[in-house]
Nanobody, 123 residues
């Protein structure tokens, strides 16, 4: 059984930085799409970034967030800079073992999700 474990969340002041990490454990045969989503209470889960060969970002993440993946270790990270209070959310990593298509994929294309890590941006 595959488990994804996120780490690196916490409280940070506006303008600060955080790096989230996500590690996959268990038997995972291949990793195609790796991504990050976020969610605030009362709202739908929101796409943040995806790494599949190419990288894709939500508009709010462009220029501030960087996604990276380590295929050898089945890990994916999200470096976040210039954080804003609007970035406060629970951040989830996701991994797929099946290729869906080129370009950004939908949440339904992911096979495994982490439990989430809280990011709070506040002074």
């Amino acid at each position: 059984q595959v488990q994804l474990v996120e780490s690196g969340g916490g409280l940070v002041q506006p303008g600060g930085s955080l790096k989230l990490s996500c590690a996959a454990s268990g038997i995972i045969f291949r990793v195609d799409h790796m991504g990050w989503y976020r969610q605030v209470p009362g709202k739908q889960r929101e796409f943040v970034a995806q790494a599949t060969g190419d990288t894709y970002y939500a508009d709010f993440a462009k220029g501030r967030f960087t996604i990276s993946r380590d295929n050898a270790n089945s890990t994916v990270a999200l470096q976040m800079t210039s954080l804003k209070p609007a970035d406060t959310a629970v951040y989830y990593c996701a991994v797929s073992e099946v290729w869906a298509h080129d370009g950004p994929v939908s949440p339904d294309d992911y096979d495994h999700w982490g439990q989430g890590t809280q990011v709070t941006v506040s002074s």
